[in-house]
């Protein structure tokens, strides 16, 4: 705690205020030339201080005393958005974004902040807290887009473009997302969703497997020539005749090729 000197003036002026470089929301104030304390920015915003005003002994101590007890309020503050950070990151990774609005999110703990300048101050505790956790490496945009696709990739193939979307919604950045997502993949991932749902689809009449099919795919994010080949390749593996480009069928080669082109 800064303690006022008890050889100090009775009185003594402000001479100078300053924010601080690294925290532009903490004030150095002088008086009488001399670095006398820091102060939380509210605080002095409360207290009014500006260059020339004086201050007597027992108005220094009670805002040095003021600025301890909201550093620690704040620092209890800010390890208990930590330790909710930790809690909603062991499930699976997420992204910077979810648990900024994990933290944000009001609950019978912390009810909904209105006014702007604690909502302010809020978001820059979040931030830190955000901060330490990706100093630690639990947090970390590229990892989590890269976990994110290969889970797409293992149990719900879709394209790039779609697993690019949903990232995005995520608040990954538009470039982390993009890299995550390889569209070179698209055919291998279509063809690999399509056959998970091969049970499903009628297999006697070739319009209706391709609507169903196609309709399926096209919800899985996957471009019109990528449907058109999965399509007619499933049909020519499943049948002894492979349809043409009307939709009708005629046999099907003795060794069809990768994706059945007519």
Known sequence: M??????MPTTQTITRIEAQARRADRYNVWLDGRFAFALDGSLALAAGLTVGQTLAADEVARLTTADEVARLTTA???AALYDAGLRFLAARPRSRAEV??????PHAG???????EERAARDEQVERALDRLAQVGLLDDAAFASFWAEQRERFSPRSARAITQELRQHGVERATAAQAADAAQDEEQALRAARQ???SLPS?????????????LQR?????????????QLWAETHAEAPD??????????EPSGYGDD
Do not use: C, H, Q
Request: no cysteine; glycine share 10%; hydrophobic share 30%.
């Open 204 to 216: 006697d009449d070739y319009a209706a497997f391709r609507a169903r099919l196609g309709g399926f």
């Open 110 to 116: 912390r009810p909904n902040i209105t006014d702007d």
């Open 76 to 78: 209890d503050e800010e």
């Open 245 to 254: 480009d009307d939709g009708e069928t005629v046999a099907a080669p003795d």
């Open 100 to 105: 900024k609005r994990r933290l944000l999110r």
């Open 197 to 199: 749902r091969l049970r």
């Open 2 to 7: 800064n303690n006022a000197d008890s050889s």
């Open 220 to 232: 899985r994010g996957f471009g019109y020539d990528v449907m058109g080949k999965v399509i007619r």
